[in-house]
């Protein structure tokens, strides 16, 4: 972030005085544990070096201000009205926090807000998260107003739920405001619980190669996998009453009961049942700083994902096989919901140029578009200072 760019910036689109603090969003990419979160499972993301960050000044009046360099669009709203969603599409995330901050009878002062981000829109790292995230803790910090992290984490989901419309779990906006520097969030779905795993191991880095295509399938397809999971959950529970969640049945167990279901049904919660597995078992991996296990369970979990849960597409299977042909790629695997979006891979430092070529000769030129890599650490989590 250049700060005295962004000044410049804010005060270009809002004039008279200068910003008075300044709040940083990471964005996030889950190393493993794909689509287990609404299966009351485990997940393992990180915060991201790659982050959104919010200018912020306060107001005399109720009126919010809200400026995006990314659509050089500006959006205005009073905190005194009834906010609904609307147009622009990502100013719901906004005015969604504002008005549930304002529900939990937090008093909010008017501000204006300049929205700068390093987090690709759209590439499945969770830009939105990082907005709803961003705004609210600038909201906060300009009313002199703190808010539990875990609350505020399950405020922001609730916000992107009924002002964006889109049904995600709990594991985005813990992440981006828990997120500890060079450690992972081991996250309960279930419970909440959390556990910060090591994840930062010597010589090697996490390296985001973005296909930046997202397939419109996925829109549809997402609540179709939810609801097969459900079916499979009625079955194992009509024989097994106890069993709660897929998260409840271990692989052993899951094999007993496979046959009463429709073969696509029983794929679903295959993957689901290893994943939580994996996820497990790969922060045991990383707690021992034993990046090839790691790896292979990244690699596992792709797998699974592309031929038990078909989430994948062919973007991802190609750029994912790019990567596991170059030497130092200990694993790699898409991340998020699929259809689209990124591969992570857990790469030696070294290699990290051998991988970066190997993609621009092997991948890029059978594709629509260019794969955008990049590398990522784990970073904290949301934070504001006073300029």
């Known amino acids: 972030m250049n700060v ?151 405020l922001c989901r609730q916000a992107e739920h009924r002002f964006a419309g889109s049904p995600c779990g709990i594991m985005d906006q813990f992440i981006c405001i828990l997120g500890r520097k060079g450690h992972a969030l081991l996250l309960d779905c279930r419970s909440r619980h959390y556990e910060y795993i090591p994840a930062d191991p010597a010589g090697v880095v996490f390296v985001v190669m973005d296909t930046q295509v997202k397939h419109e399938i996925g829109r549809s397809q997402y609540p179709v996998r939810q609801e097969q999971c459900r079916e499979g959950l009625r079955h194992i529970a009509s024989i097994e009453p106890s069993v709660r969640s897929l998260r409840d049945v271990d692989a052993a167990r899951l094999d007993r009961y496979v046959g009463g279901m429709p073969p696509v049904v029983a794929r679903r919660c295959r993957h689901v049942v290893t994943e939580i597995e994996r996820t497990v078992q790969a922060a045991e991996a990383l707690r021992r700083g034993d990046v090839r296990t790691f790896g292979q369970l990244m690699t596992t979990s792709h797998v699974s994902l592309r031929d038990d849960y078909e989430v994948s597409c062919a973007e991802l299977d190609a750029l994912v096989e790019v990567a596991w042909s170059v030497d130092g790629v200990h694993g790699a695997r898409m991340t998020g919901g699929g259809f689209g979006g990124c591969v992570i891979a857990l790469v030696e430092e070294r290699a990290v140029s051998a991988l970066t070529q190997t993609v621009r000769r092997e991948y890029d030129p059978r594709q629509t578009k260019p794969a955008i890599v990049y590398t990522t650490r784990p970073e904290a989590g949301a934070a504001w200072w006073t300029l």
């Open 4 to 154: 005295d760019e962004l000044r410049s910036k804010f005060c270009g689109v809002f004039g008279g005085d200068e910003p008075r603090l300044v709040v940083r969003s990471p964005g996030r990419v889950n190393l493993i544990g794909e689509h287990t979160d609404y299966n009351d499972g485990f997940v393992l993301p990180i915060a991201m070096t790659q982050a959104l960050h919010v200018m912020a000044r306060e107001r005399t009046d109720r009126r919010v201000r809200v400026h995006t360099t990314a659509y050089d669009q500006t959006v205005a709203f009073d905190l005194d009205d009834v906010l609904s969603p609307g147009e622009p599409r990502w100013a719901n995330y906004a005015k969604g926090v504002a008005a549930l901050l304002q529900a939990e009878g937090i008093r909010l002062r008017g501000a204006d807000l300049l929205i700068d981000s390093q987090v690709p829109l759209g590439g499945g790292v969770s830009s939105s998260a990082a907005l709803e995230v961003g705004t609210a803790t600038a909201l906060l910090a300009v009313g002199g107003q703190t808010l539990d992290p875990v609350a505020l984490a399950l």
